[in-house]
């Protein structure tokens, strides 16, 4: 009786051992099942790997609105991040890869083959520019200028030159830079030939009275442009001057951010864009520029900075 019990006993273990192994199979085969199933998570879609570049991959109005910078709020402008005691050349993009930076690219290529790449006489300083003047507040930047000793290119509208002769006799005098922002601030891509051709030739009329020196450098307003504004400033005897750096301080009227802003982005070879008609430009560059001079900054006007003949674009990619 006792043998037939342990035989039952032995059994019964088997069993319950058989069946732990195949609990044990089951639950394996379930999770290899789960890792397998897994879902793998990729790379978003590229596109056909396309890159969006601004403003050589935008054109017309679109690429002026790309250009301008999108700062914070001048209610909390960026802190100053200068700390390097020598300025170095920022190094721009060598591939667009998009169909429209192609056409770009092939604009600017035949652009070279007219007139050939400008020629960087200064590649290591910067060119400080104001746009819209001379006004009330010019006086104030002409005197810090002065102090310093560095020197600016002012695009003056003509009839504000006719306003203030003492001014751009001033500017003249200092050896400033003096450039041509039409007679009174038309978008001259949006103006017909006739307007265009006075628009420009009032402004060097007004300038050549007051200096006995007619502009060799204009500026659109807005940067608007078309081939037709590039063909009449040649015909005037003018390069089209744009800018590498927009302040936005036309938008963000606070000196604390235009001073912080300057810090933060100025660099050598680039062409800066202010406009001395607001007091809060004035002020904020006034303060930033001993700091930037002490960090080794140089500074020069456009004519110094790159040579350019009429009906030239620069920098290149506005053409």
Known sequence: MKKKRRSQRIALLLVIAILLSLFVAI??????????????????????GKTVTSPAGM?????????????????????????????????????????TAATSRQTESRSRASYGPPVMKAPGAVALTFDD?????????????????VKATFFVQGRFAEQYPGLIRRMHQERHGIGNHTYSHRFLSETDEATRRSQLARTSDAIERITGVRPRLMRPPGGYRNGAVFRE????????????????????????????????HTAAGK?????????????????????????????VTVDELVELRPGEVYPLRWR
Not at 32 to 43: A, H, T
Not at 275 to 286: A, C
């Open 133 to 149: 003047g001379p006004g009330q507040y010019t006086g104030e930047l002409l005197d810090a200028l002065k102090e310093y000793g």
């Open 27 to 48: 639950a394996m085969v379930m999770t290899m099942s789960g890792c397998s199933s897994r879902e793998i998570v990729g790379l978003p879609e590229d596109s056909g």
């Open 271 to 299: 062409i800066i864009l202010m406009h001395d008609t607001h007091k809060t430009t004035v002020d904020g560059f006034i303060r930033a520029l001993p700091v930037l001079l002490d960090h080794g900054f140089t500074f």
């Open 59 to 99: 054109t017309g109005e679109t690429e002026v609105s790309a250009i301008r910078s999108s700062p914070p709020s001048s209610s909390s402008p960026p802190t100053s991040t200068l700390n390097t005691p020598k300025p170095t050349l920022s190094k721009t993009s060598k591939t667009l890869r998009t169909t």
């Open 233 to 264: 400033a040649g015909r005037q005897g003018m390069a089209a001057v744009f800018w590498d750096i927009d302040t936005a301080d036309w938008k963000y009227k606070d000196s604390q951010y235009v001073y912080h802003y300057l810090l933060n």
